[in-house]
């Protein structure tokens, strides 16, 4: 069946030229295009949004209770946050079809900064609760933006690298920002959120001023991208295997993994509280090792082999995590996930992008991926919590391990993105195409 895709050929030019048929490209080393500086300037970015955040993280909960509520209603100002990104996700996607990638990033920044000010005043639960929700929404903005500015501005011989650059500045952020966090709390609750909001508007006026080039707007007397719609990109198997491992990394990595592993830790006498920030930072260092080696072997050796491989490994040092009961092997299994983890996302962004192509417009694409992996993030703190609480935190990781194996059953049958090896190689076309 024959799709409405547009051929690839300005994908193919955004690699490094055009592929005459019956001919192959090699791509060397030395012939890989540079980062282009915006691309620079989102990963900077980046940086400082998840340096920001970092430092307001460990002070929430602690903030939430200061307005006399317990612990339940304090884990709700958590989640409004990533239910309010779920919500807002269509409709960030389809501003972005209406205005393009760079106007929605930088109001999504302001709508964050001046949120997150704003929650550094509130005087009350409830507007602390409205003010994060606002927040969560300006949030879906500039990801999905982001996202969608990276497969306009990368070419494609390169984007498992810019993938792995960009997630490793996210990293380093969310690594330093509690760190920071800390450092700050003689100071009160209140100015983190200050701090982080000040740090929001620099990051959007730095946006603002260097990527508004021409690169981004259609040529003078050109057609405006075209915009890629959900149910076309759903026919494509790589995109639907993308929404299955999307959910699967928003359950295990950015949900379970911060929220049941600190209980289990705490729960566990031969483990202890303390354990937890150790795995935790053992976790985000096997991540930084393995991001930027994925990078380089997404473009070289194809997208799907690389993510299978990291789904593989985030199940072998999820599944018998709470089957753990001694140091060694619980630090040993958390760099484990992490290595896993660091290997998965720049393949996973990386195939996403090949689907969209950088001669369209994605963003309702890209936003229903990122919805898949919010609704992960909820949803898999919800239902293994439900598991241990009923049957222990044996099964409950057992479970979050199996998602993942269950992702990897989605890709075996998905297509291969871009076909890897230092060998000849040509562009494939798009699913659907002949």
């Known amino acids: 069946m024959t799709t409405s895709s547009p051929s690839p050929a300005s994908d193919d030019a955004a690699s490094g030229g055009l592929t005459p048929p019956g001919r192959a490209a090699v791509t060397t080393e030395s012939e890989r295009p540079s980062v282009p500086g915006e691309l620079k300037v989102l990963i900077a970015a980046a940086f400082v949004i998840a340096l920001g955040f970092g430092i307001v993280a460990p002070v929430l909960p602690q903030y939430a209770r200061s307005f006399g509520v317990g612990i339940t209603a304090a884990s709700v100002i958590i989640s409004a946050f990533a239910v309010a990104r779920l919500v807002f996700a269509p409709g960030g996607g389809a501003l972005i079809s209406r205005f393009g990638e760079r106007p929605i990033y930088v109001a999504g920044l302001l709508i964050v900064a001046l949120s997150t000010a704003a929650t550094g005043f509130a005087q009350t639960y409830g507007q602390l609760l409205l003010f994060r929700g606002l927040g969560g929404i300006g949030s ?16 494609r011989a390169i984007r498992g690298r810019v993938s792995g650059y960009y997630s490793t500045a996210f990293l380093m952020g969310g690594i330093l920002g509690p760190a920071l966090g800390g450092a700050l709390a003689p100071f009160g609750y209140r100015v983190p959120f200050f701090i ?78 303390g354990s937890a920030g150790i795995a935790l930072t053992l976790m985000a260092a096997g991540n930084a090792a393995a991001l930027q080696t994925a990078g380089r072997l997404v473009d070289d050796r194809g997208r799907k082999r690389v993510l299978i491989v990291g789904l593989l490994i985030c199940s072998v040092g999820t599944l018998p995590l709470g089957y753990v009961d001694t140091r060694l092997p619980f630090f040993a299994l958390a760099v484990v996930a992490g ?40 949803t898999g703190p919800l239902l293994t919590g439900l598991i241990a609480d009923t049957v222990g935190f044996g099964p409950a990781f057992a479970v979050t391990g199996s998602i993942t194996l269950l992702a990897v059953l989605a890709w075996i049958p998905a297509r291969e993105t871009i076909p890897g090896g230092r060998r000849p190689w040509r562009l494939p076309p798009r699913e659907g195409e002949d």
């Open 140 to 155: 879906t903005m500039f990801t999905v933006s982001a996202m969608g500015l990276i497969v306009r501005l990368s070419p």
């Open 196 to 273: 982080y909001a000040v740090a929001l508007l620099v990051a959007a006026a730095v946006v603002a001023r260097f990527l508004g080039g021409a690169s981004l707007r259609p040529a003078n007397g050109t057609a405006p991208l075209a915009v890629m719609q959900v149910r076309e990109a759903v026919r494509d198997s790589a995109y639907r295997a993308a929404l299955v491992s999307g959910f699967a990394n928003g359950w295990v990595n950015f949900g379970v993994r911060n929220s049941l592993l600190p209980i289990f830790a705490a729960a566990s006498p031969a483990l202890g509280i």
């Open 339 to 378: 290595i896993g983890s660091g290997l998965l996302n720049p393949a996973q962004q990386a195939s996403v992008a090949d689907v969209v192509g950088s001669d369209r417009n994605g963003g309702k694409v890209l936003a229903g991926f990122q919805m898949s992996q919010d609704v992960g993030t909820i």
